[in-house]
Structures are given as structure tokens and as C-alpha cells.
């Protein structure tokens, strides 16, 4: 979907930004499971007219309405991922436990910036795992990785998890179960992946504190019960 000198432009911005903006400097041992997972910086579209205008790239936003089949999507927010050397496991889990959202019309695109052999740990999903309602209330964790795993394995389903050529991208459902594989190379993995929604989604009210976080960093303006259309989630497509 994207070219090689696409995603040498933005990424070599991206991976800048991810640098400046990290957080996390304790080494490897000393982090748990979530935090040895992969370095997380979120809405890198508000800090940088470059990645901004990556983020707003119609090309995928018209994608995502459509595997949505949408009229059109909104930002939700982005964020990059990128897996060290040596990081570990991103354990089972569905992103939309995270989002205090009225329906499930919600996309990620999961954008490598380098090939992406299964070495450096790329994306894997549970085929057909977005109609799999157990599980749903598990966040990211140990306990994740082990029940989730157990029921797609006692359910049947597949295990999707192959390597990602230059420029490909891949687009997962708000509620499809999906997991990492360790970096076991001597390079990162970098990742930026841009989460859509339907543009006609409104907020619900939060049921866990990791849905009130999202309420209060990815759209402080939202009333419950109302359209999302802040200034932090505008629309980036419309057919």
C-alpha cells in the first residue's frame, strides 16, 4: 500500500519524534511485561506537521471507511510502537477494552517502517476472533496472554502470524484479538499504526479506568451520548 520512499520520508520523522518524545529509559529487565512489550508514543500527529501529514493520508483513511463501510472516519489518535532489541511479547488482547466508545466501527492500521520478518515480532491475529465475545475485559497483562491464548486455541481459532514485506500494512477490528512475538534480532521494530473510527460515533460512558483515561486524553471536549468531533478528532475522510 505504501511505497519504499514513502515510508522512508515519514519514518525517518517518525522515528525522530519517537526518540525525542520516549519516556521510557529503564533497561529492559527491570520493566514489566506491558512496558517490555515495545516503546509507546501516542498523537505524534499534534507535535509534528510531518507526521501530521502522514497521519491524514486519504489513501488509508478511505481504506479503513471502507472496511468499515463507513460513510467516513475520524482520528481516534495514533500512536507509534517500536519493539527493541530484545523486547518482549506484546500479550493477547483487544484494543476496544481500552475505548469508551457507543459502537464497535473502529480500525487500526498497523503500519510497519521497515520490513518486518517474524524476527522483530510482527503483528499476529486470532482469525475471526472479533465475533469472540470472552475475554473482552482483559487489558494487557500476563493473565491476558494465558486466557486468551487458551480460548482461541479451545475454540479453534487460527493463528494468523506471518512477516510484512515493505509496504505492507494490515488493518485490525476494534475487537479482534490480536498479539506480538518477541524482537529477537539486534534492530527495533518500528511501528506507527493510526486508529479510525466512524465519523458518527459518540462517546459511551467509561466502564473500566483505562476508558476514563482515553476520555480524558484522546477527547477531553466529548459529552457522553454526543458525536465525536473535537479538535483533537477531526475527520480525515469522507466518501
Avoid at 530484545?86 to 473502529?106: C, E, F, V
Avoid at 481459532?157 to 485490525?172: A, N, Q, R
Avoid at 484522546?218 to 478528532?233: F, G, R, S, V, Y
Wanted: hydrophobic share 35%; proline share 7%; net charge negative.
Amino acid at each position: 500500500m505504501l511505497d519504499p520512499t514513502t515510508l522512508e520520508h515519514y519514518g525517518r520523522v517518525i522515528t525522530a519524534e519517537v526518540r525525542r518524545l520516549n519516556t521510557m529509559h529503564l533497561p529492559l529487565e527491570q520493566r514489566n511485561t506491558y512496558s517490555k512489550a515495545f516503546l509507546q508514543v501516542m498523537n505524534l500527529w499534534t507535535k509534528n506537521d510531518t507526521v501530521k501529514e502522514f497521519c491524514f493520508g486519504r489513501k488509508l483513511a478511505r481504506m479503513a471507511a471502507e472496511l468499515l463501510g463507513v460513510r467516513g472516519v475520524r482520528m481516534y489518535h495514533d500512536q507509534a510502537l517500536y519493539k527493541e532489541p530484545g523486547g518482549g511479547i506484546t500479550p493477547w488482547h483487544a484494543d476496544q477494552y481500552y475505548w469508551p466508545l457507543s459502537n464497535a466501527n473502529t480500525v487500526t492500521a498497523w503500519i510497519p517502517l521497515q520490513a518486518t520478518p517474524l524476527e522483530l515480532g510482527p503483528l499476529a491475529f486470532a482469525v475471526g476472533s472479533h465475533k469472540f465475545e470472552a475475554g473482552r475485559e482483559l487489558g494487557i497483562s500476563d493473565e491476558s496472554e494465558k486466557e486468551i491464548s487458551r480460548s482461541m486455541r479451545e475454540h479453534n481459532y487460527p493463528l494468523h502470524e506471518t512477516p510484512y514485506e515493505l509496504g505492507e500494512v494490515s488493518f485490525h477490528y476494534g475487537w479482534t484479538f490480536h498479539r506480538a512475538g518477541r524482537n529477537v534480532s539486534d534492530r527495533p521494530r518500528a511501528v506507527m499504526t493510526i486508529i479510525y473510527m466512524d465519523e458518527d460515533m459518540r462517546l459511551a460512558a467509561p466502564k473500566n479506568k483505562n476508558q476514563q483515561n482515553d476520555w480524558d486524553t484522546w477527547m477531553p471536549d466529548a459529552k457522553i451520548d454526543e458525536p465525536i468531533a473535537t479538535p483533537l478528532n477531526p475527520l480525515i475522510y469522507r466518501s
